[in-house]
T-cell receptor
Framework: DSGVTQTPKHLITATGQRVTLRCSPR?????VYWYQQSLDQGLQFLIQ???????AKGNILERFSAQQFPDLHSELNLSSLELGDSALYFC???????????????FGEGSWLTVV | AQKITQTQPGMFVQEKEAVTLDCTYD???????LFWYKQPSSGEMIFLIY??????QNATEGRYSLNFQKARKSANLVISASQLGDSAMYFC???????????FGQGTELSVKP
């Protein structure tokens, strides 16, 4: 158990709908990351928050948004869903912005999203 | 641009034998971090081992060790005494030079034979 909690674990929804994925980072971790894993794109970084502030942005679509709340949990909102958004969405967390031997990046179990 | 390359899409190993999973990277930064993660068929991403570019010794974590060759820009994962439970996808990743986010390779699927 990495200590990073993601809900829901599985989600099936229709095209055009909106979903929210939730992540609770490990206790004490200030940095939260979201990744998307699909068969054709592999593992892609979406966005990073650090202590409530957006820190880095990757290949995140405009239909997607995220935020990190004062209690450090984070949510990823996916709207106007398309079939191609079906993927495994990971949340990860770390203590600081930079990893080192004492501060690594741990992943949650992921949220499987299927858009039908 | 930073890049991670895993050239072995799939590998087989006999139970109890050692196996090496290859990873090469490309970066112009002097300071960087390298990670290995394991992804079983259930989907979760499990952290295995970390190597910092300035670490003097190769990282080890139980049966996992990282063969870090800086001049060759390689960070191969060595799994000793393979177990059936080691069958999974293995990803090599590098920390982005902007901080924190990881750049992943395409992964290597390891199958351990009894």
């Amino acid at each position: 158990d990495s200590g990073v909690t993601q809900t829901p674990k599985h989600l099936i929804t229709a095209t055009g709908q909106r979903v929210t994925l939730r992540c609770s980072p490990r206790s004490g971790d200030l940095s939260v990351y979201w990744y998307q894993q699909s068969l054709d794109q592999g593992l892609q970084f979406l966005i990073q928050y650090y202590n409530g502030e957006e820190r880095a942005k990757g290949n995140i679509l405009e239909r997607f948004s995220a935020q990190q709340f004062p209690d450090l949990h984070s949510e990823l909102n996916l709207s106007s869903l398309e079939l191609g958004d079906s993927a495994l969405y990971f949340c990860a967390s770390s203590v600081e912005l930079w990893a080192d031997s004492g501060n690594t990046i741990y992943f949650g179990e992921g949220s499987w999203l299927t858009v039908v | 641009a930073q890049k991670i390359t895993q050239t072995q899409p799939g590998m087989f190993v006999q139970e109890k034998e050692a196996v090496t999973l290859d990873c090469t990277y490309d970066t112009s930064d002097p300071s960087y971090g390298l990670f290995w993660y394991k992804q079983p068929s259930s989907g979760e991403m499990i952290f295995l081992i970390y190597q910092g570019s300035y670490d003097q010794q190769n990282a080890t974590e139980g049966r996992y060790s990282l063969n870090f060759q800086k001049a060759r820009k390689s960070a191969n994962l060595v799994i000793s005494a393979s177990q059936l439970g080691d069958s999974a996808m293995y990803f090599c990743a590098m920390e982005d030079n902007q901080g924190g986010k990881l750049i992943f390779g395409q992964g290597t699927e390891l199958s351990v034979k009894p």
